[in-house]
């Protein structure tokens, strides 16, 4: 097993914090498990008033029998301050009542325990580091991470520590930062582009990317086509960046790996044969762990397993000059 150095506790307590839900549990570092009896799962509105947010928040971890001063380990989407543990929440569309809180210290003073430290991580970084320690990664230094589901997450690994800059590394390690013929990456490929795009063409509203989906299944050329666009454009976005990283792997989670078998092709497509699966060694691979990755991550980081290198916010992305080019 590839690891990022460390002995640390045995037993971890996690959260996941999602778009729609909150996830905690126990993981057992030396397993490199989630222990399945312990995980609760709540689910959150997203526009909901700061207070019922972190009172669903807190009864997910109250749930948990918590070691007495142990280190928690909270995965959250950014916009947020993980060193200081403040939500930055604003123009994402979810939490953004949340905005100013000092999360760290409402987990401090209700979480059970009670805790020593709380540490937060990104979402998508903690995906990566469960992935690399415990799952598809092993083995794989440096690699790179995507999820994809209503937004495309992103993390990059070197080292055993998470990079946020750096030859080959988007600012704050964020792909949905990119752009894609001018437009945001996101307009492009997330779940609102391909509902988008579907619609555009056929006339018709589909419910979300797996509705989209089911229908190329089914034989329908203008949900294939959508599909076979949007993620050969990632693919093409991507690969000058994991290129100069020097990636090995690729992991992709993410609800959208449920359609791997149409989305799959199409993404290691535009990345290129002569780089996936092929000449420059990089193996494009679905998670392992796709419910729990995060967990075994944020369990990893807060137990002293792997770190995370932060970066000066920046705002500023070109893509890197591919080889051979003039």
Same mark, same amino acid.
């Given at each position: 097993?590839?690891?990022? $150095?460390? %002995? ?18 126990l ?15 709540? #689910? ?10 972190? =009172? ?19 995965a959250?989407?950014? +916009?947020?301050?993980?060193?200081r ?20 210290? @409402? ?10 430290? !709380?540490?937060?991580?990104?979402? #998508? ?16 230094? +440096?690699?790179?991470?995507?999820t994809l589901?209503?937004? !495309?997450?992103? #993390?990059f ?10 030859? $080959?590394? +988007?600012?704050?390690?964020? !792909? ?9 990456? =996101? ?5 609102? /582009?391909? =509902? ?12 979300? /990317? ?15 086509? !959508? ?15 994991? @290129?100069?990283?020097?990636?090995? #792997? ?6 959208? %790996? ?32 796709? =419910? ?11 137990? $002293?397993?792997s ?20």
């Amino acid at each position: 097993m590839t690891g990022g $150095g460390g %002995t640390g506790p045995a037993l971890v307590p996690v959260m996941d914090v999602g778009g729609t839900h909150v996830t905690a549990a126990l993981v057992d570092l030396g397993a490199g498990a989630v222990i399945g009896s312990t995980v609760r799962r709540r #689910a959150l509105r997203p526009s909901a008033p700061a207070g019922e947010l972190l =009172e669903s928040i807190l009864g997910c971890g109250q749930a948990l029998a918590a070691p007495a001063r142990a280190s928690w380990g909270v995965a959250v989407p950014g +916009p947020f301050d993980y060193d200081r543990g403040v939500a930055l929440f604003a123009g994402v569309g979810k939490f953004e009542s949340l905005y100013g809180t000092d999360v760290g210290q @409402e987990l401090r003073a209700g979480l059970p325990g009670p805790p020593g430290s !709380v540490r937060f991580l990104n979402d #998508a970084d903690a995906f990566l580091l469960g992935e690399w320690l415990f799952g598809a990664a092993d083995g794989h230094d +440096p690699c790179a991470a995507i999820t994809l589901g209503t937004g !495309v997450g992103s #993390a990059f690994l070197s080292g055993g520590v998470v990079r946020q800059d750096g030859p $080959g590394v +988007p600012p704050e390690g964020r !792909v949905d930062l990119l752009r894609i013929d001018g437009q945001p990456l =996101e307009d492009v490929v997330s779940t609102r /582009a391909i =509902e988008r795009g579907y619609e555009r063409i056929s006339g018709v509203n589909p419910q979300g /990317a797996a509705h989209v989906a089911g229908l190329a299944r089914g034989g329908d050329a203008i949900a294939a086509g !959508v599909l076979q666009s949007a993620f050969e454009a990632l693919g093409k976005a991507l690969s000058p960046w994991l @290129e100069e990283f020097g990636a090995e #792997a690729l992991v992709v989670g993410g609800s959208m %790996t449920g359609s791997w078998d149409l989305i799959g092709p199409a993404l290691v497509g535009g990345i290129g044969a002569a780089m996936a699966d092929g000449g420059k060694g990089l193996s494009v691979l679905v998670a392992a762990h796709p =419910e729990h990755a995060a967990l075994l991550g944020a369990g990893a980081y807060a137990g $002293g397993r792997s770190g995370v290198a932060r970066a000066t916010p920046a705002r500023t992305v070109s893509p890197p000059t591919p080889p051979g080019a003039p």
